[in-house]
T-cell receptor
Framework: GAVVSQHPSWVICKSGTSVKIECRSL??????MFWYRQFPKQSLMLMAT?????????EQGVEKDKFLINHASLTLSTLTVTSAHPEDSSFYIC??????????????FGEGSRLTVL | EDKVVQSPLSLVVHEGDTVTLNCSYE??????LLWYKQEKKAPTFLFML????IEKKSGRLSSILDKKELFSILNITATQTGDSAIYLC???????????FGKGTKLTVNP
């Protein structure tokens, strides 16, 4: 079964509004979670690394004021797309690494959230 | 700049065929390489490769890494329609543990 849960799966919003996406690790504590964005026919692009209890680390070209990340607990990270515009429409996926499996490198991915901004 | 190139980008085969998917990479501080299968939503883990020349197998799928030539291949034998998906490779960067994904190979297996 899923070990990383993402919500919502689908969201449609009007331009200018903010949207929050949640990523939860269901049966383990994740000190680090990763947020990716995937445009149609493109690969997953890492947006930021979310660290529990500290500020997220953003990749080059990703606006930290637009994509707010909060990792307030060991099982929850949130991504808020502020003042969304149609070009923000994309598939957003989070991932987390289960502690104790560091050596395998296996990441568990959420089911993804498809955002459509009208 | 870290770069991952997968080929072919798209492949259409018939059930029973064998396919080979390629992944070449140029990244800083390479640690390991992962292969994922992505169907409609989230990618699912297939293999992690760290050492050169050691083949990993899981059923009809196998994969191998060449750290000298900086590439990996994923083989699927006796393909089935359920193998239709996008296959992604992603080197892991040591230290940051970041994954750098390729664009993927879209495999379509027709009955």
């Amino acid at each position: 079964g899923a070990v990383v849960s993402q919500h919502p799966s689908w969201v449609i919003c009007k331009s200018g509004t903010s949207v929050k996406i949640e990523c939860r690790s269901l049966d383990f504590q994740a000190t680090t979670m990763f947020w990716y964005r995937q445009f149609p026919k493109q690969s997953l692009m890492l947006m930021a690394t979310s660290n529990e209890g500290s500020k997220a680390t953003y990749e080059q070209g990703v606006e930290k004021d637009k994509f707010l990340i909060n990792h307030a607990s060991l099982t929850l990270s949130t991504l808020t797309v502020t003042s969304a515009h149609p070009e923000d429409s994309s598939f957003y996926i989070c991932s987390a690494r289960r502690p104790g499996l560091q050596s395998t490198g296996e990441l568990f991915f959420g089911e993804g959230s498809r955002l459509t901004v009208l | 700049e870290d770069k991952v190139v997968q080929s072919p980008l798209s492949l259409v085969v018939h059930e029973g065929d064998t396919v080979t998917l390629n992944c070449s990479y140029e990244v800083t501080n390479f640690r390991s390489l992962l292969w994922y299968k992505q169907e409609k939503k989230a990618p699912t883990f297939l293999f992690m490769l760290t050492s050169s020349g050691i083949e990993k197998k899981s059923g009809r799928l196998s994969s191998i890494l060449d750290k000298k030539e900086l590439f990996s291949i994923l083989n699927i034998t006796a393909t089935q329609t359920g193998d239709s998906a996008i296959y992604l490779c992603a080197p892991i960067l040591g230290g940051s543990e970041k994954l750098v994904f390729g664009k993927g190979t879209k495999l379509t297996v027709n009955p």
